[in-house]
C-alpha cells in the first residue's frame, strides 16, 4: 500500500488530528501539550497520504541543546509506506546544524531500521529507561 506521501508544517488545525491519530496523546496530558508546545514553535510536521493526516514528527532541543528528533509517529495502518521516512527527511531539511540526534528503544525494531536506512548510526545507550529495554541514541552527520 505505497501512496505519495507529502509533508509539511502542522498547523493549529492540525491538533485535533494529531491527538485523535496518536493513542498516547488521547491519553496523556503531556504528550498533547508537547505537540502543542512544538506546533506553537514550528518544530512539528505532519505528514499526509491517503486522502488524510497519517503521522507526524517532532523536532527539539531537549538533548544536550542539541536538535534532537523527539517523535515520529505513524498510524498503524500507514505504518511501511514511506511515512516515517518522509517526516524524517523533512526534518532533516529544516536543522541548520551538523548533526541530529534521535531515540528509540532497542525492542523498537521498526525504527531501528528506518534510522539506518536514513543514514543514522548508533551513539550511545541509555540503561534503566524502560525495564530491560534500553533506550538507543542515534546520529545522523548532516552536510551543510
Excluded at 23 to 29: H, I, Q, V
Excluded at 110 to 116: D, E, G, K
Amino acid at each position: 500500500m505505497k501512496s505519495e506521501i507529502s509533508t509539511r508544517l502542522a498547523g493549529t488545525r492540525d491538533r485535533r488530528t494529531l491527538v485523535a491519530l496518536d493513542p498516547l496523546a488521547e491519553k496523556d496530558l503531556q504528550r498533547r501539550e508537547t505537540i502543542d508546545s512544538a506546533m506553537a514553535a514550528r518544530r512539528c510536521w505532519v505528514a499526509e497520504g491517503f486522502g488524510r493526516v497519517v503521522g507526524y514528527g517532532i523536532l527539539s532541543r531537549n538533548f544536550f541543546h542539541r536538535d534532537f528528533i523527539e517523535i515520529v509517529f505513524v498510524a498503524e495502518d500507514a505504518r511501511r509506506t514511506g511515512a516515517g521516512a518522509a517526516l524524517i527527511a523533512a526534518i532533516e531539511r529544516a536543522v541548520k546544524e551538523d548533526r541530529l540526534f534521535t531515540s528509540t528503544n532497542e525492542s523498537n525494531v521498526a525504527m531501528r531500521a528506518l534510522l539506518f536506512t536514513r543514514g543514522y548510526r548508533e551513539s550511545g545507550r541509555i540503561e534503566n529507561l524502560d525495564p530491560k529495554d534500553p533506550e538507543l541514541v542515534f546520529v545522523k552527520f548532516l552536510e551543510r
